[in-house]
Structure formats: C-alpha cells, structure tokens
C-alpha cells in the first residue's frame, strides 16, 4: 500500500462501519512506534483507524481484541480490519490518558494530586489484575502474541543490552565490560530465580497506555502482550519516568494490588514489595536504553527531556533498596548513572525556542523577519507538483485531507520533506543547545494555498511530535485570497 493510500482504506472501513461518510480525518501524535493513527469522524459517529504495513503485529493485536471484546475486557472495541490486513478501525475512547489527568493534578494540587489520584490507579490496578487473571481464566491463547510468545532471560539480556549501548556508552559513562556482563547475567538469574507466578503481561503498563472516558479506564496497545512475571507490569505503572509517584504513593497502589490479588499471588506482604523492587531495577534499564536510542540516535528531544526523571527514579530506588556489594561493577555504573549530567534542554527554567512558520506566495513580495538576529529558512515548493492544477482541488488548499493525501503520495514531495525536515531538525538541535531562542522557517509557492500550506501545516506538527517544548506561530500569509475562500 502507497503512503497514505491507507486514507482511502480507512474510510471504507468508516463507512462500512458506521454508515455514514467520513467528514474528517486526521492523525494523532504517534509516541515510539511506526504505527500511524488516525480520528474518523462522520456526522454522528467516531473511531479510530490505524495503518501499520507489520501485518504480524496488527494480526497480534485483532486476535487480542477479539478476545478481550468477546470477555468484556476493559478494552477498546475492535470494529472492522482491512483485507490486507495493514488497516483497522477500532473504538474511539477520546484523548485522556491517565498521564494527562495525573499531570493536570499535579500542576492544579501539588499539595493534595495523591489524594485525588489514588482512585484513579486503584481503577488501573484493578483493570491490571482483571487482565491477569481473567486470561487464565477464560484460557488466552498465547500462540496470537506477537513474536516471542514468552518472556525470559532473553529478553532481559535484550533490556540490559540495550541500556549498555545506548544509553551507558553514548553517556560517556566508564565501566569494565567483562564485569558488568557478569553482574547483569547474575542479576537477572537471581530475578528469574524468585519469580514463581507468570501471567499475562501487557510489557508497557504505563499511564500513556491507560485511557480515561469519563472516569472509565480503558487499556490501549497491547500487541507486545507476553506470558511474565506478574511484577514487570505493576513495575511499568509505578516507576514510569515522566508520572513523578512518591514512594507513600506507590506503597499505597502496590497495598491495593496485594489486597486484591492475594487469593492468585499467595505471596506476603514483604515478598510484593522485594518483586517490585527488583523488577524496578530492570525496567529503568530498559527505559533509560529507550530514551537514549529514541532520543541520542533518533533525535527526538522529548525522550531526552525524560532522561532525569528516569535518573531520579533511579536514585530513590537505589536508596529504598540498594543491590547486594557483590554487584559491584553493576552498582559503580548506576552510581555513575545517577550523577550524570546530562546536556542542557529546554525545561521551565531555560528560555523556550519560538519557530515562527509562515507561508506565501511568490507573487508577493517576500515576508520580512522582524526578529533581533533573523535567522532561518525560506523553502520554495514550487518544484512539487501543484495540486491546485486539478480542478477537484482547485478551490481546496493545503488544510485540506485531499490536497494531503495527493502531495502525500507524490515522490517529489517525499523527497523535498526529507532533505527539508532534516535540516530544520539540525537547526533546532542547534539552537537548543546554544541557547538560542528564535528559528523562522517560511515554505512558498506560486499561490500560497496548497504546497506551501500544507508544509508549514505538516512540520507544525513535526515540530511538536519532536521538539515539544518548543514554542511554534504559524502564519498563511495569502490566506485571505485563497481561491474559493
């Protein structure tokens, strides 16, 4: 399927779903993954489609859906799949995530947010353990998951590997690597050697994953699902960088999993609490690995924004409860971890980048930058095929779905936002780090309404997907004398 063909599948699918046609559509801010989502919405209804060309992955996650929906899950309804399998349409559940309540009440409360979210996690503890147990319950199949049906040493090895190589040595941090090799191997024997009880295992139970529609909790991205250890995902909610928990606040969720849990998990108190722990260990290092390759080797700067509090968590577990010494080159490297510094970003405390974007046309004169010390870009569109040539798009501009999805499928255009993108990402990176705090970047064409439009429109979201604390003003210079406006 051609890029953003799929627009066309969706809508079949939305339509053939609901009954109506689709008005709009338009995509959602993707995290980590490959997987593009998209809001459908007609006159009366909505969903959710996502396109992913991993047939194997999107086949894991309908097969988990039909399950769960057929069980009453507390999951998102899976409505229809494509033939081809690289699209379907599932229930729209709105846009909160339990994060996003979490960090309204923190900034709103900052003295009373543990009060107001602990029913908030109960719901999501107790949506956890309705997974955990009603999937031995009604016998979940665990041939559908995607690739590795269990997890195990290898994926663990996997996990500490990847915080060696991108995240230890792009960190400059010095460390014995024949000891440290050591040290995980013996460490992660010694975990598998006291996980007794295995269950489903969601692999990313962390706030984002964890819809909020009216007070209902909804569990979302499951297709990574395993059959593990019963700590890892309690682990995943509680020690998840950007949530900011106190120790009293995880003791009190971990209290309600124990109690509801007790009669599956025929643990004490004190064993819970070690579990967590030391799964704790291991899923920082699995964070940290991510947030170095997403960030240091992909050039996303909010995963580098997150670095210090997944430091931070670090620095209160090893002190709630240290390794053995005979982890000794293990521990020399997370003391160097916890002291590292990282390079300064952006934060509430720095001054914030402003990129102001516009749009114009070439039969006016160019717009000027009025800012201290100017700098920036003028990109000129007008070597990408022009929409407005074809008379269904000739009254639409670069706003519109259908003048998208035309410069979308075009190769020119995918070559001209290559070369474009990366070298605003190399001055934004720039900037960032030499403080500045103005970029201008301008996109024209001949009439101002379709390709320069749609540009502008396109890297505004770029923008925030991967430079989120910079601030962005977007200007359609010609805007006022659109064809059909």
Known sequence: MTKHAHFHTLK?????????????????????????????SGKNQSAIGLFSENTSENNAFCRMSSFFNEYHFPSPKLYL???DQQCYLQEDLGNECLLDRLQFMQDKFPQKWEKKMLPYYQKAIEALFFFQEKSQTYHFNYDWVYRNAYFGKQQLLFDVQYFKYYF???????????????????????????????????????????????????????????????????????????????????????????????????????????QVYIWAYLRIFQTLGAYGYRGWFEGKAHFLQ??????????????????????????????????????????????????????????????????????????????????????????????????????????QFQAFWQH?????RMHLQAFWARRFNYLSIGFGCTGGQHRSVYCAEKTKQWIAENFPSAKVSLVHWNEEEWDGF
């Open 12 to 40: 079949q699918l939305f339509t053939q779903w609901s009954g109506e046609d689709c008005l709009d559509i338009v995509a959602l801010t993707a995290a980590g993954s490959a997987r593009k989502y998209y809001r459908l």
């Open 168 to 274: 230890l040595q792009p960190a400059k941090i010095v460390f014995n690597a024949e000891k440290l090799e050591n040290d995980f191997d013996a460490f992660i024997d010694s975990v598998l050697h006291h996980q007794l009880f295995k269950v489903f295992m969601h692999r990313d139970f962390q706030s984002r994953n964890l819809m909020l529609r009216q007070d209902e909790l909804f569990v979302i991205d499951y297709q990574g699902a395993k059959f593990g250890p019963w700590a890892y995902d309690l682990t995943s909610l509680l020690f998840q960088a950007k949530a900011g928990l106190t120790d009293d606040f995880r003791r009190k969720v971990l209290q309600h999993y124990f109690e509801i849990a007790h009669n599956l998990l025929p643990l004490q108190w004190e064993e819970v609490l070690l």
């Open 81 to 83: 799949v494509s033939d």
């Open 306 to 411: 997150s670095m210090p509090m997944a430091l931070e968590n670090l620095k209160s577990l090893m002190v709630a409860h240290p390794l053995p010494e005979s982890f000794s080159e293990l521990n020399h490297v997370l003391e160097a971890c916890i002291n590292f510094n990282l390079p300064q970003m952006p934060s509430a405390n720095t001054p914030n980048l402003h990129v102001n974007l516009y749009s114009f046309s070439y039969k006016k004169p160019l717009p000027k930058d009025y800012s201290e010390h100017g700098g920036g870009y003028l990109f000129d569109c007008r070597a990408i095929p022009n929409p407005g040539r074809w008379e269904n798009m000739k009254h639409l501009s670069g706003k519109d779905v259908a003048v998208q999805t035309f410069l979308e499928n075009d190769t």
């Open 420 to 424: 474009s993108s990366a070298l605003i």
